[in-house]
């Protein structure tokens, strides 16, 4: 059976880290770009065959029972990750001091910081042992976002500004949710020491869109300073 690691978007791309490895324990990742003239699908291949990333679920959960760990590689244009489950693996000798934690350092791209962390507790008092993930923007993307909402609270209409809200460039996970909350205070106190008209909760997009992460591949993102990405999409994306 094919194995599928070529997500067609980067929302796809986040959904399966979030909704399908992080929860089950996938929490060792290195990662990596592809370079130009390189042919993603045969480092695809390559990968795959090296870390035996290839096993039906028969096989996981009898590696599970072993103390071996599992890994599943993802890619995004040219960005991948290679991602591992606690036991035995050759990954862990061959990666070395690369392998991050992602509970402890975020995994980083096009904005989004993406981690997994310790549940909240629970009516009863005691702390969910579960965890969750975490998906948040990076701080100092948050902080280009404040600094563009802010501008345009102090000059734009509201229906310039709830567009710029409909346009907003990450799924509205809990954590983003928040971050989204926070910018509407932002520009509705900007709003108010200008005497304009303020804008409503409703012009926030709240509801995740889940998507099919897998189909025909669009055009490869690029790669610039600061790990930040050129979009593959048209429309007035903040700066």
């Excluded at 990968?47 to 679920?57: A, D, F, P, T, W």
């Excluded at 993307?141 to 460039?169: D, N, V």
């Excluded at 509705?188 to 012009?203: A, I, S």
Aim: proline share 6%; glycine share 8%.
């Amino acid at each position: 059976m094919e194995y599928l690691c070529e997500t067609i978007s980067l929302e796809g791309f986040v959904q399966l880290l979030a909704c399908n490895f992080l929860p089950h324990g996938y929490w060792f990742y290195v990662t990596g770009w592809i370079p130009d003239g390189k042919d993603c699908r045969r480092i695809d291949a390559k990968l795959i065959e090296k870390y035996g990333v290839s096993l039906s679920r028969a096989a996981r959960c009898r590696r599970k029972q072993l103390g071996c760990a599992n890994l599943r590689y993802l890619r995004w244009g040219r960005f991948f990750v290679l991602i591992a489950t606690h036991g035995k693996h050759r990954f862990f000798e061959e990666e070395g001091e690369s392998i991050r934690d992602i509970r402890r350092v975020p995994l980083k791209i096009a904005g989004y910081s993406i981690s997994f962390r310790p549940g909240n507790k629970q009516r009863s008092g005691k702390a969910d042992e579960k965890g969750h993930s975490h998906i948040a923007i990076g701080l100092e993307r948050f902080k280009e976002l404040q600094a563009w909402f802010a501008e345009l609270a102090a000059r734009q209409s509201t229906a310039r500004l709830g567009l710029e809200f409909y346009r907003f460039p990450y799924e509205p996970y809990a954590p983003i949710r928040r971050q989204m909350l926070r910018l509407l205070r932002i520009v509705n106190e900007v709003r108010k020491r200008k005497g304009f008209d303020t804008l409503p909760y409703e012009v926030l997009p709240l509801r995740r869109r889940v998507v099919k992460p897998f189909g025909l591949p669009q055009k490869l993102p690029v790669k610039q300073k600061d790990n930040k990405i050129t979009p593959n999409e048209g429309g007035d994306n903040p700066p």
